[in-house]
């Protein structure tokens, strides 16, 4: 069992020998066409930790060169399925060796829990790769006979080039969550990380050097979305865009490459529902609804920041509510006890608690939390306390838009009809948690509520094999087991005539 001291050290080792973050593009470190630099910050100091060369416009488009040039070699994309996948599973194993590395560095980034980054996203990133190794041997088409005329049959080929943008939030997870299919279905990429958390984008390319893919096969750029996302997406040798982030940023992003027709999937934001009946295991409820919305400080796609309790539990459920929450442990991320730690960056905080000012300005009350900590070595990160918002009305913003943040609203209802009502009563569709005990109720509401996923009696749990992804403002598409190979893979159909059917013979009349 490690401790704060050891993190600590190590964080500081690391960081003293980490060089300047370089792009990684057709197999080699680059600092990039531009000579540009940014920063990245330590959320629980404020202090620069790294610094990062930015690919610029043109860089992304050497890297799309680069990923192009891989993908028509065949080296990668007709490579066999099974050695494909032996190079994932060493992709694999190489997190795993690396795994107390790449979760110091992801904590310092982020200010995400250590306990959290260790056991959950990084053992998590590795799987990606062992999971989608697997499932690239079993890429399989399907038949469609038509007896004694024709072999109808599909296969499914890699696509392309793909661009991955990803977010700040578990930045290493959700990459290989993104790389690992995408690979595996015998396509090329560029990644492209979020600019506050650039750190273990670059141990990834380490890891994926290390485990010697053909050159270009994988590319990493750094730089803004404005510049090297938007260059990205409308790059015509680009044909998958998989992006995660916000739903405005989504918008953006498909304007950006509809000149030039790409296929897309989007996972964006999230206000999820977490809807507690009064015959549910409300310990249960209570352990599941404050890990969902408080774990990764809040700032997690699928948290569950809409509590919706049932009347007659609502005063004793929030009683027990605000006393946990009172006694969640705050500090540092690379305290091991440590269960919220800094939010991302001090823009991030400052969006976050404005939305504590428009709760009150609309009437809300703020019932536990909502300032920063007053301990004075904690004063220099971006720390908040966890917070639970009461009276609440559904069309306040605090219970329409994404916080993104360690911030929980409360609202009452009456029956299933008005649980259905508020849980459907925003933009977003997401995933959603249900609680009750009557397998009637559970089963009746499940699929009435607007959402890509429902956890029922659960908090969030994933398959690996089952389809995620949101509707309505939360994303367009799944991604997940076979799903994502429908994602990454081109389907294409064969027709094969066995040359007996008959075949009009316009002309042929003289
Ligand atoms: P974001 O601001 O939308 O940024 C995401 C990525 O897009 C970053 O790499 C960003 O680059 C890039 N980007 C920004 N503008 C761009 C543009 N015009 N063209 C191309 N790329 C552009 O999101 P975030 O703040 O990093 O992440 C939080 C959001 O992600 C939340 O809304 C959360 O719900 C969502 N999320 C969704 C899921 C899901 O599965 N549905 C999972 C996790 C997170 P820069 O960093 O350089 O700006």
Redesign the pocket.
């Known amino acids: 069992m490690q401790t704060t001291t050891d993190y600590a050290a190590m964080s500081q080792r690391l960081l003293e020998q980490l060089p300047p973050l370089r792009n990684f593009i057709g197999g080699a470190w680059t600092e990039g066409p531009t000579g540009e630099t940014f920063t990245s910050i330590n959320p629980a100091t404020n202090q620069p930790i790294a610094t990062v060369h930015a690919a610029g416009r043109a860089g992304a488009q050497q890297a799309v060169r680069a990923a192009r040039a891989a993908f028509d070699s065949g080296a990668w994309s007709r490579m066999a399925p099974a050695d494909r996948a032996r190079a994932l599973r060493r992709i694999a194993d190489l997190i795993r060796q690396r795994a107390d590395e790449i979760a110091v560095l992801e904590t310092t980034d982020t200010g995400i829990p250590i306990t959290q980054i260790r056991a959950g996203q990084v053992l998590r990133a590795a799987d990606n790769f062992d999971f989608f190794a697997e499932m690239a041997t079993q890429i399989t088409g399907e038949t469609y006979p038509v007896e004694g005329a024709f072999l109808n049959y599909s296969v499914h080929k890699p696509v392309g080039v793909a661009a991955l943008?990803?977010?700040?939030?578990t930045p290493f997870m959700?990459e290989t969550w993104k790389v690992a299919p995408c690979l595996a279905a015998g396509n090329t990429c560029v990644l492209?990380?979020?600019?506050?958390s650039p750190l273990s984008a670059y141990l990834l390319a380490q890891v994926i050097e290390e485990a010697d893919l053909p050159p270009g096969t994988f590319n990493l750029v750094y730089?803004?979305?404005?510049t090297v996302?938007?260059a990205l997406?409308a790059d015509p040798e680009v044909n998958l865009i998989s992006?995660?982030?916000?739903?405005t940023?989504g918008k953006?992003?498909m304007r950006?490459g509809a000149a030039t027709l790409k296929r897309y999937s989007m996972?964006?934001?999230?206000k999820s529902p977490v809807i507690v009946f009064a015959d549910a295991d409300l310990d249960r409820a209570l352990d599941a609804a404050i890990f969902g919305v408080f774990s990764l400080n809040g700032e997690r796609?699928t948290a569950g920041t809409r509590l919706l309790l049932q009347r007659s539990i609502y005063d004793d459920f929030v009683a027990r509510l605000i006393e946990r929450v009172r006694r969640i442990r705050v500090g540092d991320p690379l305290d091991p006890a440590t269960e919220v730690g800094p939010l991302i960056h001090a823009r991030h905080l400052e969006r976050v608690m404005g939305y504590l000012d428009i709760a009150t300005a609309e009437g809300a009350t703020i019932a536990v939390g909502g300032r920063r900590p007053d301990r004075p070595e904690l004063a220099a990160g971006n720390y908040l306390e966890p917070t639970v918002i009461v009276d609440v009305r559904n069309e306040m913003r605090v219970a329409q838009e994404?916080i993104?943040g360690p911030v929980l609203t409360v609202l009452p209802f009456a029956d299933e009809e008005e649980a259905l009502r508020l849980a459907n009563g925003v933009r977003y569709g997401?995933d959603a948690y249900l609680w009750t005990s009557d397998v009637g109720r559970a089963t009746r509401l499940a699929p009435e509520i607007e959402a890509g996923m429902v956890w029922v009696n659960s908090q969030n749990v994933r398959d690996l094999r089952t389809p995620f992804g949101?509707m309505k403002e939360?994303?367009i598409g799944r991604e997940g087991g076979r799903h994502s190979f429908e994602f990454y893979t081109e389907t294409r159909t064969i027709h094969v005539a066995f040359g007996r059917h008959p075949i009009p013979r316009f002309g042929a009349t003289p």
Not at 223 to 226: A, F, I, K, L, R
Not at 243 to 247: A, D, R
Not at 267 to 270: A, K, N, Q, V
């Open positions: 943008i990803t977010p700040w939030n959700l492209k990380p979020a600019s506050w730089g803004s979305g404005d996302g938007t997406c992006f995660t982030g916000e739903t940023t953006q992003l950006s996972e964006l934001g999230g796609c994404e993104f997401l949101g939360s994303g």
